[in-house]
């Protein structure tokens, strides 16, 4: 029988961080209406010294999440949006219920395919594709900055439509006659620089979600390479997985 692991003494700001994250998820899945419980409640909740959870809320209260004043207590500050990993949906679909999205149209026109650019769209070197800037709103609030590379023949079509108030998935799937079918992504955290610091009004340097998606059609072509900044402290990125059969299953 094997022996169990000596604990190992945490120090309280491991503890601090280990109440803040369940905490955490428990804001952005809406589970405080307005007022979190007192200290004395969450230190019993959690068995963690008051000291500790009153150190797990300062960290809270410095991502933005919540709000601190003597005789009011700990309130809920802002909510983050979740947008899911595991559907192909525009942004009006993903936040549809939470507001009006729009977008802002910084570009729209037709560029020479940098190399990259058009290894991933399938096309030939140089090739003109129709690039499309975006500053996308909830609201009143900047959501995200999307640069938007999109094949030609559809890209040009994609041009003489409402691009302030359709989702381009909409657009290519209308124009197309196909439904989008995959996508590859990749996420990654990345600092503001100070030009999409003012645009999407964060402070320089503010962490950002920088998703990399290359849509395809049903068909399997490749129509669409967004490159999306999107603001960290309004969204959170949710998916469900699954796993394949484990190794220690094929042996």
């Known amino acids: 029988m094997a022996a169990e692991p000596t604990p190992v003494r945490q120090l309280r700001a491991d503890q601090a961080r280990r109440v803040a994250d369940i905490l955490r998820h428990q804001l952005h899945a809406g589970a405080f209406e307005n ?23 300062a960290l809270l209260k410095d991502e933005g999440l919540i709000d601190r004043a003597p005789k009011v207590g700990t309130r809920v500050a802002t909510r983050k949006y979740d947008h899911g990993l595991d559907a192909l949906l525009g942004l009006q679909e993903t936040f549809k ?6 977008n802002e149209v910084r ?18 070197p140089g090739e003109r594709v129709v690039y499309l800037e975006r500053l996308r709103y909830l609201a009143d609030l900047p959501l995200s900055l999307d640069l938007t590379y999109l094949v030609p023949d559809i890209g040009t079509e994609v041009l003489g439509h409402d691009l302030e108030h359709t989702d381009v998935f909409v657009l290519l799937e209308r124009i197309s006659g196909q439904s989008l079918g995959s996508a590859d992504l990749a996420l990654e955290a990345v600092p503001a620089d100070p030009h999409t610091a003012s645009t999407l009004d964060v402070p320089g340097g503010a962490p950002l979600l920088m998703l990399e998606r290359l849509t395809r059609l049903d068909d399997g072509r490749p129509v669409d390479l967004e490159y999306i900044r999107m603001r960290g402290d309004r969204i959170t990125m949710r998916g469900s997985l699954t796993r394949s059969t484990p190794e220690w299953k094929v042996l």
């Not at 007022?35 to 809320?57: I, K, M, W």
């Not at 219920?97 to 729009?102: A, M, P, S, Y």
């Open 107 to 124: 570009a729209a026109m037709h560029v020479a395919a940098p190399p990259a650019v058009a290894r991933r769209l399938g096309l030939a």
């Open 97 to 102: 219920g939470h507001g009006t999205v729009r």
């Open 35 to 57: 007022a979190l419980p007192s200290e004395q409640e969450l230190a019993a909740e959690y068995g963690a010294s008051r000291n500790t959870v009153r150190d797990a809320l």
